[in-house]
C-alpha cells in the first residue's frame, strides 16, 4: 500500500510479525528495536523506548528514509511478574513505564507527522489481562489497563484531524512473552478461553492490518480483542 509504517518493539514476536505483514503488504515499513534485529526488508532503528528521548529520534530517522509516519504500531512490552508485597518500586515502574510511557511516547512522536498530513492511523497493544486482572501481574496489568484510556482520550484530540487510535487486545498469543508460563496458569487461562488454545501472532496481525487500513477509517477509540474470547464482555 506504499505507506510509512512505524512498528515499535519489531525485532520478534508480535511486532516483528506486524512489520513483516506491512512490508509484505508493500508499505515502507520501519521498526523500532532495542536488541536482536529488524525483519529482512524492513529499516531498524535502535531505540529502548524508556529513555526519553529516544523514540523522537527513532520516528525522525524512519522518516528520513520513508517520509511521515502515517501508521503507527506501539507495540514494545514487558511483564515483571511478581506478587505485589515482592514486586520492588523498580519492576512496577519500568513495566510502566515501557508500556505505558513508551506508547505515549511513540504516539506524541508519530503525531507530530500525522496532524500536518491530516491522516494516520495509531493502534496500541495492550492485554485483555488488563481488563481481566492476573495475580502477580498488578504492574503489567495496570499498564495495559491504561492503553485504552490513552487511546480514548486522543480519539477526541485527533478526530477531526482524520486520524484514528485504536487498541488491540491480545489474550495469550505464542510468543517469547508466554513460553515461560507454567503449564498449570496455561491451563487455567485455557480454561476462561472458549476457543480453548493460545492464539498466533498472525492472529493479532489481521486485527492490527485492519484496524491501520482503509476500510477501518471510521473505527476509532475502539478495543478489539483477539483473545479466543478469553475476557469477553470486559
Ligand atoms: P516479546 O517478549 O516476544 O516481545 C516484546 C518486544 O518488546 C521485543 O521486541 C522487545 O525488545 C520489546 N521491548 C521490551 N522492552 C523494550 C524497551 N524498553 N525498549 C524497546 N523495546 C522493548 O512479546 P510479544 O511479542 O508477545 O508482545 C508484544 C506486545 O504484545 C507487548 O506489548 C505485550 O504486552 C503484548 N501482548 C502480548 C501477549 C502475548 O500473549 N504474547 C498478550 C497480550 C498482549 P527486546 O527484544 O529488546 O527485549
Known amino acids: 500500500m506504499n505507506r510509512s509504517v512505524f512498528v515499535t518493539g519489531g525485532n520478534r514476536g508480535i511486532g516483528h510479525a506486524v512489520a513483516r505483514a506491512f512490508a509484505d503488504d508493500g508499505d515502507r515499513v520501519a521498526v523500532s528495536h532495542r536488541t536482536g534485529s529488524p525483519p529482512e526488508g524492513v529499516l531498524g532503528v535502535r531505540a529502548d523506548v524508556t529513555e526519553p528521548g529516544a523514540l523522537e529520534r527513532a520516528l525522525r530517522e524512519a522518516e528520513e528514509a520513508h517520509g511521515p509516519v502515517e501508521v503507527l504500531v506501539a507495540n514494545a512490552g514487558v511483564t515483571r511478574d511478581r506478587p505485589m508485597?515482592?514486586?520492588?518500586?523498580?519492576?512496577?515502574?519500568?513495566?510502566?513505564?515501557?508500556?505505558?510511557?513508551?506508547?505515549?511516547?511513540?504516539?506524541?512522536?508519530?503525531?507530530?507527522?500525522?496532524?500536518?498530513a491530516r491522516r494516520g492511523r495509531i493502534v496500541l497493544v495492550s492485554s485483555v489481562l488488563g481488563f481481566l486482572g492476573a495475580p502477580g501481574q498488578t504492574n503489567y496489568a495496570a499498564s495495559k489497563a491504561a492503553l485504552p484510556g490513552l487511546a480514548r482520550s486522543l480519539a477526541w484530540e485527533l478526530g477531526d484531524r482524520g486520524i484514528t487510535v485504536n487498541v488491540v487486545a491480545p489474550g495469550i498469543i505464542a510468543t517469547d512473552m508466554t513460553a515461560a508460563l507454567p503449564d498449570r496458569r496455561m491451563g487455567e487461562v485455557m480454561?476462561?478461553?472458549?476457543?480453548?488454545?493460545?492464539?498466533?501472532?498472525?492472529?493479532?496481525?489481521?486485527?492490527?492490518?485492519?484496524?491501520?487500513?482503509?476500510?477501518?477509517?471510521?473505527i476509532t477509540g475502539a478495543v478489539l480483542p483477539v483473545s479466543g474470547g478469553l475476557g469477553m464482555g470486559l
Do not use: K
Not at 512496577?92 to 500525522?114: H, I, P, Q
Not at 476462561?192 to 485492519?210: E, I, Q, S
Open 85 to 116: 508485597l515482592r514486586m520492588s518500586d523498580e519492576d512496577f515502574d519500568e513495566v510502566l513505564r515501557t508500556n505505558l510511557t513508551g506508547s505515549f511516547a511513540a504516539v506524541r512522536a508519530a503525531v507530530r507527522s500525522m496532524l500536518p
Open 191 to 218: 480454561r476462561m478461553t472458549p476457543l480453548g488454545r493460545p492464539g498466533t501472532v498472525d492472529d493479532v496481525v489481521a486485527a492490527v492490518r485492519f484496524l491501520a487500513g482503509e476500510e477501518a477509517g471510521y
